[in-house]
């Protein structure tokens, strides 16, 4: 199983950027997925998760109502639309799937891709 996350960058605050994470090795529509972060000198933390035919989303109190997770089960694809970013939100970025411990799904793991938001 592979999770390639993408999008990563650096942004003003206030700003928008939309990860990409394309998954490979499993039948991706069987799967939940979801994102995490972890900022230097932190613990990893659940952000979203979505289920696996999108009906159902789960966001963590501080990114409600500015990051939204989607997916494209054609593509094998999960998304993560973050807008109005803070400084704060400066951290890697990691995909996650999986359909135990729902909605913090992480039976399978990408590699990070990292945002960082200028003040």
């Known amino acids: 199983v592979q999770l390639q996350a993408c999008g990563g960058g650096l942004v003003q605050a206030g700003g928008s950027l939309r990860l990409s994470c394309a998954a490979s090795?499993?039948?991706?529509?069987?799967?939940?997925m979801g994102w995490f972060r972890q900022a230097p000198g932190k613990e990893r933390e659940f952000i979203s998760a979505?289920?696996?035919?999108?009906?159902?989303?789960y966001y963590a109190q501080f990114v409600k109502g500015r990051f939204t997770i989607s997916r494209d089960n054609a593509k094998n694809t999960v998304y993560l639309q973050m807008n109005s970013l803070k400084p704060e939100d400066t951290a890697v970025y990691y995909c996650?799937?999986?359909?135990?411990?729902?909605?913090?799904?992480?039976?399978?793991w990408g590699q990070g891709t990292l945002v960082t938001v200028s003040s």
């Open positions: 996650a799937g999986g359909n135990t411990n729902w909605p913090r799904v992480n039976d399978y």
């Open positions: 090795g499993l039948t991706f529509s069987n799967y939940g």
């Open positions: 979505i289920s696996w035919s999108g009906g159902t989303t």
